[in-house]
Structure formats: C-alpha cells, structure tokens
C-alpha cells in the first residue's frame, strides 16, 4: 500500500456486458486524509463507490482496507471494519424523528436476542441507552442536537444531508465515504457541511472519501484528487494540481461519458 494509506483501490475494472465501467482503477485514501473522486457525469464515479463499499464486486481487481483484502467482504462486514457512506439519494426515514433515525442505524451496538427484546433485560437497557447516547454525541457534533426530537420531515434539506452524515458517524467509522454530499445545496449550507467534514477528519482522525462535482467544495477540503472520464483514470494527485490540469477543465467542458 501507498505510505499511510488506509484505503487502496488496484486496478479495479468492472464489466456490464459489454460496457466497461471502470477500467483499471488504482485510486488510495490516506489515514486521516480527504481524497476526492471527482469527473463528469457518467464517468463510472458511483460505480467505483459501490465497489468500494461492498454493493458491486469488481470483474477484477482489488479494494485492500487497513492492510486486509475486503474484496470478497459483504456490506456488513466493511462496516464492522469501520467504513460508513452517506448516499446521493437521501436514504432517510421522514416519518421518524430526527433521533429515531440516527439510532436506527446503530444495530452494531445491540447484542440481546429476541427473549432479551421481550423481557427488556438490564443488559438490553443498557445497550438502548449506549446507542441513545452515541447517537445524541454524533447529532451534536454536526449541529443537529437542538433538533432530535423534531420529525426529519421538518428539516430544511441541508439539515438532512447532516443528519445523513450523523448516522454515518454514529458508527463510528474510520473512513467516511460521501456520495454528492452537497447537491442541492446553497452556499450557506455548503458552508455548513464543509466544515462538519473537516471537523471529522481533525477532531475524530477519520479519513474521507468524496465524491462530489462543486469543485469549489473539493478544492476546499480534499488534499489529494482523482478524475474519472469513461471509466478511467484521467488524473490523480494533490488537489489543486489536478484541478488546474487543462485536460480536467476540458473533461468538464460539456464531455459525458456511460457507466
């Protein structure tokens, strides 16, 4: 692995049918680091995540997470080893509380069975009020703790896209990975989300992966960048060289590719 890398994609290609989607991708996030995936739609971005992630294997290739090979690891697993992702699509439960959403993604904190769910045991008590606690901790740190008991369906659409981003947290991770974390977003709460990410990255040592196409928001917080186009690398390396590559600006100069 690349030194101090926590996550490493090698040469990852991934085939539906005919179509490459992802064609020999080699992309690392390093420990305590913010990496971005970015290029135009169609590029193969979200099917690279979802490799990552555990929703797509790969027709070859390899995702080696803290030193272990996890490409054969299901969803489940990568999350015990500490992954957590956020999606493009708001994922949700407007019916629920504010609370009641981020505690409902805390299922690794629960060990009683079905006779200690019946008879609410001492033990199940206690894991109720640990995920109650971790879940109200992980509200706070994004600026949410005000609003737990509100229904999610009375927030403004930023105040979701952070709570998304609190019952990512509330699993205690070690890399975060971001699906368009601020689309559909104003610059306010742009603003806002920016700094709940970096926050996580210095106050809990998380590393970051983001995928994100306001390239204002990934100049701001990743140090290191990848650029997809057709399924392929394009460019990798520090931010700010690879934003200024001509051969990048022209990628976003109405160019789309398929995955």
């Known amino acids: 692995m690349p030194p101090g890398a926590l996550l490493e994609v090698r040469n990852v290609t991934v085939r539906f049918g005919g179509l490459v989607a992802n064609d020999e991708i080699n992309l690392s996030v390093p420990t305590g680091g913010v990496a971005g995936l970015i290029g135009p739609n169609g590029a193969g971005k979200t099917t690279l995540f979802n490799v990552i992630t555990g929703a797509q294997p790969p027709t070859s290739g390899s995702v080696i997470f803290d030193g272990h090979d996890i490409t054969a690891d299901s969803r489940q697993k990568r999350a015990r080893r500490g992954m957590a992702r956020t999606f493009q699509n708001l994922s949700l439960v407007l019916s629920l509380s504010v609370l009641d959403n981020v505690t409902l993604g805390c299922g690794r904190f629960r060990r009683s069975g079905l006779m200690g769910s019946i008879v609410r045991t001492p033990g199940l008590r206690r894991q109720d009020r640990l995920v109650r606690d971790v879940a109200l901790g992980a509200l706070d740190f994004v600026g949410l703790l005000p609003e737990a008991s509100r229904s999610t369906a009375d927030l403004t659409y930023g105040d979701r896209r952070r709570l998304e981003i609190a019952r990512a947290l509330a699993l205690e991770p070690r890399l975060l990975l971001l699906d368009e974390p601020s689309a559909g977003m104003g610059p306010r709460e742009t603003a806002q989300l920016a700094n709940v990410i970096d926050r996580a990255r210095t106050e809990l040592g998380l590393s970051v992966l983001l995928v994100e196409h306001d390239m204002s928001f990934v100049r701001a917080l990743a140090e290191s960048c990848t650029v ?27 160019k789309t590719g398929t995955s």
């Open 228 to 254: 997809l186009e057709f399924g392929r690398v394009l460019a990798t390396g520090p931010t700010r060289a690879v934003l200024d590559d001509p051969a990048v600006a022209e990628a976003y100069l109405g």
